[in-house]
Nanobody
């Protein structure tokens, strides 16, 4: 059974930083592309924040503008999202995804 567990969310002031983690079990981690999505509220669609391929190639949503970095540690079955220069509009629940599996999300709140 594939499981994804996100952590690292919290409350931060605008301009601050957070690092999210996503630990994945039940699949061959090193061969999987992993992505971070976010959802501002349940009425809106989840949007892609960043994706990292098995070979390490990364892509980002246009709104990231160089502020976030996705990385992976295959020895720990974990993907990270380093978020810097956070803005109030980054407030959302952040989800980790691989294949069609999702984690439960971690809340990020950025105060102005």
């Amino acid at each position: 059974q594939v499981q994804l567990v996100e952590s690292g969310g919290g409350l931060v002031q605008a301009g601050g930083s957070l690092r999210l983690s996503c630990e994945i079990s039940g699949t061959t981690f090193s061969s999987r592309a992993i992505a971070w999505y976010r959802q501002e509220d349940p009425e809106k669609q989840r949007e892609l924040v960043a994706n990292i391929a098995a070979v390490g190639k990364t892509t980002y949503g246009a709104f990231v503008e160089g502020r976030f970095t996705i990385s992976r540690d295959n020895s720990k079955n974990t993907v990270y999202l380093q978020m810097n220069s956070l803005k109030p509009e980054d407030t959302a629940v952040y989800y980790c995804r691989t294949l069609h599996y999702w984690g439960r999300g971690t809340q990020v709140t950025v105060s102005s």
